[in-house]
């Protein structure tokens, strides 16, 4: 049994995985960067070491020093949270040869669902519906452009290792497709040191509709539903929520039948997500798995009431799941979340690092606020904007959206700007208010609103 965890991540997912293990009384060991030693999550876990510098690839980064503060301090366990590791299939390897449990799937699945290409390869071959595109990455620019013509543009160009939004490039042409070819091989060697890319339709003004999944290791995979995470700037998501506007529950067992179908073929165990496209029309293309825990994770845990991170760490226990698809009722709550950046919308999202002066969190019925940020908190710059994420929920979608409004207009962070009135604007925007927003939303938004109502 998991008795004390090694919480290889920072900021608000730290605090998260410390709140889980103190309910169900596992100890926790906090590691953390010369920048981060003021930071709450290494206030309130039980232990804490310093695994080195300010730069990720210096700490949070280091699968060797995490792994030998693991040993010093003797925990059974390493929660990767997500970012950083958590979709290293090696470090999950190196963890598991040290006979450390790794909270999350087994490496092979890891490496089976990191490379996009074969994870659409793998799941097409189970009956789910994937966008149409190549067969694998493209080996030249000659093949890229005949297979471009094939599929019709406008196509997209996407990094076989890419995540977090980047590494892709949309083409609409065979001149603009030559240019942006390289661009994203460029891109993509860059950023993840692996220059493969892969070809795929690009899909216009869809929706991402991507399905929560637990599985345990006797055989039971389950999905908790959706989260319509279409609100992204740039390719990152801003805000999520379930139940997606969108889906009737026709279409729902539909996609969650191809979510459980795709997870099993990857032999999935632990939290995943399955994520799709879906079109006007209601077709659904699968894009991607995600093999961790994910930021929006609380949306799901509001609408279903069940802690995703406690059943992390029983799956990982090698607990069974105590409930059953039948179990799971949606269309009781509804839940949204605002991701609180320290940027300034009003200033094309400019970084806003810095000390927070005061610092209020909102509160009342249906308000949750995972964060770790506090008064006179300096954010430190080597890391992630995101300082907090405001969630609330409620009967219905109409009662969530007012509480959202409302929550965001308490919500005081002073000293450095946030994505907050941001929030605020869109949830007083009526094609929002109305369920209509596709991934296209934000920049049609942005178009026609006054930045200087972001300040
Ligand atoms: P990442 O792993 O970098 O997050 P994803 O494959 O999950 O990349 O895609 C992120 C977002 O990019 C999607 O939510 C969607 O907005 C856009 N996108 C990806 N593939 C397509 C496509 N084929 N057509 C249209 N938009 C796409």
Known sequence: ???????????????????????????????????????LHVQLADEAICIGGNKSADSYLRADRIISAAEIADVDAIHPG?????????????????????????SKSIKMMGDKSVAKDTVKKAGVPTVPGSDGPVESESEAVKIARKIGYPVIIKAVAGGGGRGMRIAHNDVSF???????????EKAFGNGAVYIEKYIEKPRHIEFQILADSHGKTLHLGERDCSVQRRHQKLIEESPSPFLNSDLRKKMGKAAIRAAEAAEYENAGTIEFLVDAKGNYYFIEMNTRIQVEHPVTEEVTGIDL????????????????????????????????????????????????????????????????????????PYYDSMIGKLICFGPTRKVALERAYRALSEYLIRGIKTTIPLHKAIMADPVFIEGKATTAYMEDFLGRTATDLFS
């Open 82 to 106: 997500y970012g950083f590791l958590s979709e290293n299939a090696k470090f999950a390897e190196q963890c598991e040869s040290c006979n450390i449990k790794f909270i999350g799937p087994k």
């Open 1 to 39: 049994m998991i008795q004390k965890v090694l919480i290889a991540n920072r900021g608000e997912i730290a605090l998260r995985i410390v709140r889980a293990c103190r309910e169900m009384g596992i100890k926790t060991l906090a590691v953390y960067s010369e920048a981060d030693v003021q930071s």
């Open 309 to 380: 991170v406690k059943q992390q760490i029983m799956i990982a226990n090698g607990e069974k799941l105590a409930f059953d698809q039948g179990d799971i009722k949606f269309g009781e709550r509804h839940a949204i979340e605002c991701r609180i950046n320290a940027e300034d919308p009003a200033r094309n999202f400019s970084p806003s690092p810095g000390t927070i002066g005061l610092y209020y969190a909102p509160g009342g019925l249906g308000v949750r606020v995972d964060s770790h940020a506090y008064s006179g908190y300096t954010i430190p």
């Open 178 to 188: 030559a240019k942006e070819y390289h661009v994203a091989r460029g891109e993509a």
